[in-house]
């Protein structure tokens, strides 16, 4: 059985670490709590901690038979690991595997996000976008897993949060001045994607992930990344090892195959490709590859004869926001909300509050 949250919170609960190795944790004056965060007993101040069978936890090599522990500081200071973090910590035996969750409050945790995302150094209203979509996009996370036990996964697989030495004034003051602030669709939040750079236009959610629910806005034509040279990038892989990676992904290449790539006729971004004879998805064909290595589905491909060599632009699925090119419009005077507006056409902003994860949105102009 997961761990229940506090009976409520405004607070978001992050998945910061997981593993099946010790984990350690250091505050000066450690608390150990109840589940609805009432202090027990002083303890700590540095404390170890792995996972025991599936259910309980070894606490500085003594045994507790608990699946989960709550702790507070002082000072909502922590030490995890090599990281530092604010608010409160959840630890707790997954499974045999050990997940160390943050709970802190929403605006807190932007203040990490906004630097660690898109750069303290981005222009002020580019900033400022970048807050109000992270704001989003965690607003809609906590409404749709408020009944599990996080509501953000591994910062890999959501949001980039590097706890509080990400922490910039910059990326601080953006924050605050778009306290509250949200994007929503028919009155309600949705998943507010951004990537790194779009290679000029961004696509449709519906390409990248075919099975999505949620209406997110449709791609478009991206003047701010090309105008501020977009990202290219090379990628080689020998063809043996290409074809084990499509194979293993249930494609069955045979050893000499021909390659055809499709493209959209607008934008010529690659919609498909057809490799030995199958069809392939190219959002699936890049992450069959690596989103590290295939970056973005804006490339051509030469079939050599010991090698398969791409040469692309972009960086990032290609979804909504394309960073690159907010801070491009941004430098060209453009502001925050204008910049949102471009990117999530369809979509208005919204004030409201999370209390009960029951949003009471109040819709604002984007000219305001």
């Known amino acids: 059985m997961g761990l229940k949250p506090a009976r409520f919170y405004r607070e978001i609960r992050v998945l910061v670490f997981e593993s099946r190795q010790a984990v350690s944790l250091y505050s000066p004056k450690l608390y150990l709590c109840d589940a609805q965060w009432n202090n027990l007993y002083q303890v700590g101040p540095h404390l170890i901690f792995s996972p025991w069978g599936r259910r309980g936890l070894w606490v500085n090599e003594k045994m507790i038979r608990a699946d989960g522990l709550y702790f507070q500081s002082d000072q909502n200071i922590f030490?995890?690991?090599?990281?530092?973090?604010?608010?409160?910590?959840?630890?707790?035996?997954?499974?045999?595997?050990?997940?160390?969750?943050?709970?802190?409050?929403?605006?807190?945790?932007?203040?990490s996000v906004v630097a660690s995302e898109i750069g303290p150094g981005a222009p002020r209203e580019a900033l400022k976008a970048q807050a109000v979509i992270a704001r989003s996009f965690a607003v809609w996370h906590m409404r749709e897993h408020y009944d599990q036990d996080y509501d953000m996964g591994l910062p890999e697989h959501a949001q980039a949060y590097e706890g509080k030495s990400a922490e910039n004034s910059l990326s601080d003051e953006a924050v605050e001045e778009t306290k509250d602030v949200i994007l929503i669709r028919h009155g309600k939040p949705f998943p507010t994607f951004f990537h790194t750079c779009c290679g000029g236009w961004t696509v449709e959610a519906q390409e990248v992930w075919p099975n999505i629910s949620t209406?997110?806005?449709?791609?478009?034509?991206?003047?701010?990344?090309?105008?501020?040279?977009?990202?290219?990038?090379?990628?080689?892989?020998?063809?043996?090892?290409?074809?084990?990676?499509?194979?293993?992904?249930?494609?069955?290449?045979?050893?000499?195959?021909?390659?055809?790539?499709?493209?959209?006729?607008?934008?010529?971004?690659?919609?498909?490709?057809?490799?030995?004879?199958?069809?392939?998805?190219?959002?699936?064909?890049?992450?069959?590859?690596?989103?590290?290595s295939l970056k973005s589905t804006f490339f051509k491909a030469v079939l050599g004869k010991k090698y398969l060599e791409f040469k692309g632009r972009g960086w990032g699925h290609g979804v909504g926001l394309c960073q690159k090119g907010a801070i491009q419009l941004a430098k060209d005077g453009m502001s925050y909300r204008k910049i949102l507006k471009y990117y999530y056409p369809a979509s208005q902003c919204g004030k409201g509050s999370s209390k009960n994860l029951k949003l009471k949105i109040k819709k604002l102009s984007f000219y305001e």
């Not at 090599?82 to 045999?96: A, L, V, Y």
């Not at 498909?272 to 064909?285: D, Q, S, T």
Request: hydrophobic letters at 35%; one cysteine or more.
């Open 79 to 111: 030490r995890v690991q090599d990281k530092i973090f604010r608010g409160k910590m959840i630890i707790r035996n997954h499974q045999g595997v050990l997940q160390v969750i943050n709970q802190l409050p929403l605006e807190e945790y932007l203040k």
């Open 215 to 292: 209406e997110v806005p449709s791609g478009v034509k991206c003047s701010g990344c090309l105008e501020g040279n977009p990202i290219q990038w090379k990628y080689s892989i020998e063809l043996c090892e290409f074809r084990n990676k499509l194979n293993v992904n249930g494609y069955q290449i045979p050893p000499e195959f021909q390659m055809i790539v499709y493209r959209d006729e607008e934008t010529q971004r690659v919609k498909f490709l057809k490799v030995g004879g199958l069809l392939i998805p190219a959002a699936k064909f890049r992450n069959m590859l690596g989103p590290a």
